[in-house]
């Protein structure tokens, strides 16, 4: 029901160029009255110059945007040799954003060799337009902004055409046993950030990975969980947007955001995932437990692979598998804490951590956090590591 509800909400579409004189800015847009404040950087991450063409996801108030950029070679001395623009759109759900991903690409083509030539930007925004929710009166953070559904999105076909077929298996080839690092943050709802240069598009999608790894869909779990937020790219003028935030998950391709300590509490440089909070250095080793869920997250992707080789049609079921996969392991944590929680001793065990996937001595510090954040009233007796 609520996806129909979602059918093509585009509230803006927008043309952003750079002028060698003023930098960058925006050219047109639709409505003509619509707050594009900060799009115009949003929209070309700094260092695009190096670059032919790229996409970018990101957040702006109460919408996500999609823009896609593209870089042309002009004989002008006014343009300094080259023509770069980006065109975008914004919606109140970026599920949807996807879809309009080829439309975009090829507009940008457009505005370059015909620049000042609107009429298909505007027919597509004719036809596609949707209204924001009302805001009138509410202070924006009250506003329900549609996230990654932490329903079962296999029950939903048309939530997966969010991105290209094998964005996920690229993040599990990308950062290897590290998910599980970055699993463990994403479930403790930590700050996030991933930097990486130019092209940012594909470090979009790792942002978007990332947010897959902490879906729970055990009813009545965490009312007072932060909820975790896929803000996309970001640069220096979210600085004061993102002082505010408890939990999300961002990517940037400015250097300057890693002295910005108090921004952020995971860091990860390409491959590499830091922390600077003494506390959370534990999570940052692989334990056993660690390697065994991803060799079973393997060999599921083995068999996958394997029965696709026979002839089933599985273009779309890596993606499930590795939703799914998380969102069981999930699940048996919190189903195991909850259990623990209503029992009379309220003591939770080596076995129960066992039990759970994970490692009683390796995971000691995971599982304290994990009880502090999500509220749980339990007991660790895990202490001794003699003992077990």
């Given at each position: ?41 949003k ?24 823009a ?60 596609k ?17 549609h ?95 993102l ?44 334990n ?13 992707r083995?068999?996958?692979m ?37 029992s ?45």
């Amino acid at each position: 029901p609520r996806v129909e509800a979602e059918e093509d909400q585009i509230v803006a579409v927008f043309v952003v160029t750079f002028d060698p004189r003023t930098g960058n800015m925006v050219e047109w847009c639709l409505p003509q009255d619509i707050d594009l404040e900060g799009v115009e950087f949003k929209s070309m991450a700094s260092g695009s110059h190096k670059i032919q063409s790229d996409f970018i996801y990101f957040r702006k108030g109460l919408c996500f945007g999609l823009a896609c950029f593209a870089n042309m070679p002009v004989e002008s001395e006014l343009e300094r040799g080259a023509r770069m623009k980006s065109v975008g759109i914004l919606s109140p759900s970026y599920t949807l954003l996807y879809r309009y991903m080829h439309f975009l690409e090829n507009q940008v083509r457009h505005q370059l060799e015909m620049p000042g030539h609107y009429s298909h930007l505007e027919a597509f925004y004719d036809d596609k337009k949707g209204v924001l929710p009302d805001s009138k009166g509410t202070p924006s953070s009250q506003q329900p902004v549609h996230w990654l559904p932490s329903i079962h999105r296999y029950m939903y076909p048309e939530m997966k055409i969010t991105h290209p077929a094998g964005c996920m298996s690229q993040f599990i080839k990308f950062f290897g046993e590290q998910i599980l690092v970055l699993w463990k943050f994403a479930l403790l709802r930590k700050r996030i950030l991933i930097f990486s240069p130019p092209p940012v598009g594909v470090v979009c999608y790792r942002v978007y990975c990332c947010c897959c790894l902490a879906n729970v869909s055990l009813p009545g779990l965490g009312g007072t969980v932060p909820e975790s937020k896929p803000f996309f790219y970001v640069n220096v003028a979210d600085i004061e947007m993102l002082e505010t935030e408890v939990s999300y998950v961002a990517c940037t391709t400015e250097k300057i955001f890693e002295q910005k300590r108090d921004l952020y509490d995971v860091y990860v440089d390409n491959q590499n995932v830091k922390t600077h909070h003494e506390r959370l250095q534990p999570l940052l080793k692989i334990n056993n437990a660690d390697k065994e869920k991803y060799r079973r997250l393997n060999d599921q992707r083995q068999m996958l692979m394997y029965s696709q080789e026979v002839g089933e049609d599985c273009s779309s079921c890596e993606e499930d598998l590795f939703i799914l996969f998380f969102m069981e392991q999930n699940n048996r944590i919190f189903q195991t804490l909850m259990e623990v929680s209503a029992s009379q001793d309220k003591t939770l065990t080596a076995d129960h951590a066992r039990g759970m996937g994970l490692d009683p001595q390796g995971d000691r510090s995971f599982l304290m956090d994990l009880l502090e954040v999500y509220g749980i009233d339990v007991m660790l007796v895990i202490d001794n590591p003699c003992c077990t």
